[in-house]
């Protein structure tokens, strides 16, 4: 594509993120505002496909962006790259804690100050419920509510649906917190549902190899978490599904009828290989409906990380090769880098 090397200070400064710290003091009742007033689509996914950017890890204690174990820990950069992408890119929206979706809102009141314009009106917003099960602790598979608590909170910030995520390990000895993350899970989606949200429930089986929890990418014990998630609560119809692309992704596919969103996993530096996993995981099946993506796009090595989730977006949207897309989205890189200052 010919872009050079992406610095995310280039785009958000220490300026603009010294302006955010302070707003957190003066005026804290702003992001609230902001967040309220903010225009929300009249259809959740109007062609029926969705594309969007996952922004939840550190408040699990997953940090690791590539070789640095500590990449996502610079909120500057992390909080830049989200920026980047929501702005200078056509991805459908953001799922975040509310942290990280506070920053965000509090960096699009500085960009409508600039401009006049948003780039959150329009957009999907998603609020990530349950992060306790904090990466190496004993009691990891106890995923429990610990960002947006519960679908009323989620209304009120005028939200448009919610993240959650149970694990099951097919042989871990205490099981049980799994099968609490199932129950918490299931409560969660009755109360999105009463209050007529969405859910974008992840599942995965893992396996314990003496040091961390890892994903099992296999189909059939995917298949069978699946069989779990998408009988949880009084009704699955708001249900979306969030899982990782696996080889006989068709089988995985035909287990279920809700709408699925492929995961991207933990960054590799190589993003045109993810999207060409998206592009073959988008002909497995009718229900197979988009991307919901998080450290492939906002730390994919040297690439300007709103070139990789407009890739993504013309996969998705557009129908486009992984090659096509990639080389079609570069012209954005480098664009609107100074739209902040």
């Keep these: 594509m010919g872009e050079k090397e ?8 220490m300026k603009t993120l010294e302006q955010i710290c302070d707003m957190r003091v003066s005026t804290p009742g702003l992001v609230v505002k902001e967040m309220q007033a903010r225009k929300k689509r009249n259809v959740l996914a109007p062609d029926g496909k969705l594309t969007v950017l996952a922004a939840d890890h550190p408040a699990r204690m997953v940090t690791r962006a590539t070789t640095n174990p500590l990449g996502l820990a610079d909120r500057l950069q992390y909080l830049g790259r989200i ?13 975040g804690t509310s942290d990280v979706l506070e920053e965000v809102t509090l960096a699009n009141y500085l960009y ?13 917003l998603l609020g990530c419920m349950n992060r306790g099960g904090v990466s190496g602790a004993k009691a990891e598979m106890r995923d429990m509510m610990t960002s947006y608590m519960s679908g009323k909170r989620l209304s009120q910030m005028n939200l448009d649906g919610a993240k959650l ?3 099951f390990s097919f042989d871990y000895e205490k099981d049980y917190y799994c099968l609490e993350t199932v129950e918490a899970c299931a409560r969660a989606i009755e109360e999105l549902n009463d209050e007529g949200l969405p859910a974008f429930l992840e599942v995965l089986a893992v396996n314990h190899d003496g040091e961390k929890f890892g994903t099992v990418k296999e189909a059939d014990p995917l298949i069978k978490v699946i069989g779990v998630g998408t009988a949880l609560g ?5 249900t979306w599904l969030k899982i990782p692309f696996v080889p006989d992704f068709e089988r995985v596919v035909r287990s279920t ?10 960054a590799t ?9 998206f592009e073959q995981g988008l002909k497995a099946g009718p229900n197979v409906r988009g991307a919901l993506v998080g450290r492939n796009v906002t730390f994919p090595g040297p690439h300007d990380p709103a070139v990789i989730a407009q890739a ?7 129908g486009m090769s992984a090659e096509k897309a990639f080389d079609k989205a570069g012209s954005i890189a480098g664009t609107l880098m100074d739209v902040l200052d």
């Design 6 to 13: 992406y610095n995310s200070e280039d785009f958000l400064s």
């Design 234 to 238: 009084y009704t699955s119809s708001r």
């Design 312 to 318: 993504i977006y013309l996969v998705v949207h557009k």
């Design 112 to 124: 409508k100050q600039k401009t006049g314009k948003s780039f959150l009106d329009g957009r999907v």
């Design 257 to 266: 009828t809700c709408p699925i969103l492929m995961l991207g996993g933990e």
């Design 269 to 277: 530096g190589r993003p045109l290989d993810v999207i060409k996993q």
């Design 83 to 95: 920026v980047r992408v929501m702005l200078a890119s056509e991805m459908d929206g953001l799922m």
């Design 165 to 167: 995520m149970f694990r």
